[in-house]
């Protein structure tokens, strides 16, 4: 029926069947086919375009795309979702989301609300992260049937807001935390401390001699020195310790969790250790002396600002003393 009234329209415009004088018929004949092949279209769904286009669309969509059961397991995913799941996992329907991924979104399928979780994952040695949002899925009857994900790669800022916290809170020779970064761990340290009545210690130490270094063999090897000091540095301490780049050649240390004196004796032996050990630049040998000063919290100073000047005169007597000394503050040096 659909098909024949559009003909018929044709057959009478063609064999003028009912003449009408000066009459054109192609504008209504073209009209009702029109009409009526839409009708087919859309209602009888010659072809359903609608599907096709959804589905290229999803295909081709930068941002991952998944779709779970209430359970947990994968009923549809596009591409971009494939290539978020690297190495020996794989998305594949009928089974659970990969473990890497659960661990870290951390859901409960149960539950039907909006939730937003950064994720991260490893591609050809990088990390890769996303923000996915998690929709509950509903049937035409409003039942809840599943989630939906969507991934969307967030790497570049992440690795933008990376840098931009290294150039802020980093040494850019040494890689050592800077002052800042410093001063923000030993101000919770002390907080830490005073809760539970713990010590907390700070060492500076001062190459001395160093421009005698960067006169004699130039500043490329004053930074190759620095290099390496930072590593024997890093080498000496707990990893719940911090050494940093104060400024120039001076270093400081926090360290934490002291119960005991001993234990900062032990930590400024091996760096003092480390550093008596010759440096080696284009097949020079060369003697970087040292002096190192120490003062303790609470014992020495009641804040942070004390603690770091009573340190800091502790290492000018040590430096007065003679070189690769250890001198622990004491308040009769101002």
């Known amino acids: 029926?659909?098909?024949?009234?559009?003909?018929?329209?044709?057959?009478?415009?063609?064999?003028?069947?009912?003449?009408?004088?000066?009459?054109?018929?192609?504008?209504?004949?073209?009209?009702?086919?029109?009409?009526?092949?839409?009708?087919?279209?859309?209602?009888?769904?010659?072809?359903?375009?609608?599907?096709?286009?959804?589905?290229?669309?999803?295909?081709?969509?930068?941002?991952?795309?998944?779709?779970?059961?209430?359970?947990?397991?994968?009923?549809?995913?596009?591409?971009?979702?494939?290539?978020?799941?690297?190495?020996?996992?794989?998305?594949?329907?009928?089974?659970?989301?990969?473990?890497?991924?659960?661990?870290?979104?951390?859901?409960?399928?149960?539950?039907?609300?909006?939730?937003?979780?950064?994720?991260?994952?490893?591609?050809?040695?990088?990390?890769?992260?996303?923000?996915?949002?998690?929709?509950?899925?509903?049937?035409?009857?409003?039942?809840?049937?599943?989630?939906?994900?969507?991934?969307?790669?967030?790497?570049?800022?992440?690795?933008?807001?990376?840098?931009?916290?290294?150039l802020a809170y980093f040494d850019q020779l040494t890689t050592l935390p800077n002052r800042y970064l410093f001063h923000d761990r030993a101000t919770m340290a002390i907080e830490h401390a005073n809760r539970y009545n713990k010590k907390v210690a700070i060492a500076m130490l001062d190459l001395d001699e160093f421009k005698d270094l960067n006169d004699s063999f130039g500043h490329e090897a004053g930074d190759k020195v620095l290099q390496e000091v930072a590593i024997r540095l890093m080498s000496a301490i707990r990893k719940m310790d911090t050494v940093s780049r104060f400024g120039g050649d001076e270093f400081i240390f926090l360290l934490t969790e002291i119960t005991d004196d001993t234990i900062i004796a032990n930590i400024v032996g091996r760096i003092a250790n480390n550093m008596t050990r010759n440096f080696r630049y284009k097949g020079n040998s060369i003697t970087i002396p040292f002096s190192i000063g120490i003062a303790i919290y609470p014992d020495n100073s009641s804040n942070l600002d004390e603690l770091i000047r009573n340190a800091d005169l502790a290492m000018y007597q040590a430096k007065q003393s003679g070189h690769n000394r250890c001198q622990y503050y004491s308040p009769n040096m101002g």
């Open 1 to 166: 029926m659909m098909i024949t009234i559009p003909m018929a329209a044709n057959m009478l415009y063609i064999t003028r069947v009912i003449p009408i004088p000066h009459a054109d018929w192609t504008p209504a004949t073209l009209s009702i086919s029109t009409i009526f092949i839409a009708l087919l279209v859309f209602n009888r769904q010659l072809f359903d375009v609608i599907p096709i286009a959804r589905e290229s669309l999803i295909e081709t969509m930068n941002e991952g795309f998944i779709v779970t059961d209430c359970k947990g397991f994968v009923v549809d995913f596009n591409n971009s979702a494939q290539k978020i799941i690297t190495g020996k996992d794989t998305l594949v329907i009928g089974d659970q989301l990969p473990s890497p991924l659960t661990s870290q979104l951390n859901l409960n399928y149960s539950t039907v609300i909006d939730t937003t979780v950064e994720v991260m994952t490893h591609k050809k040695d990088e990390h890769c992260y996303y923000i996915v949002n998690v929709s509950p899925v509903y049937s035409k009857k409003h039942k809840h049937v599943g989630h939906l994900f969507i991934f969307h790669n967030i790497t570049e800022r992440k690795q933008t807001e990376n840098l931009i916290k290294n």
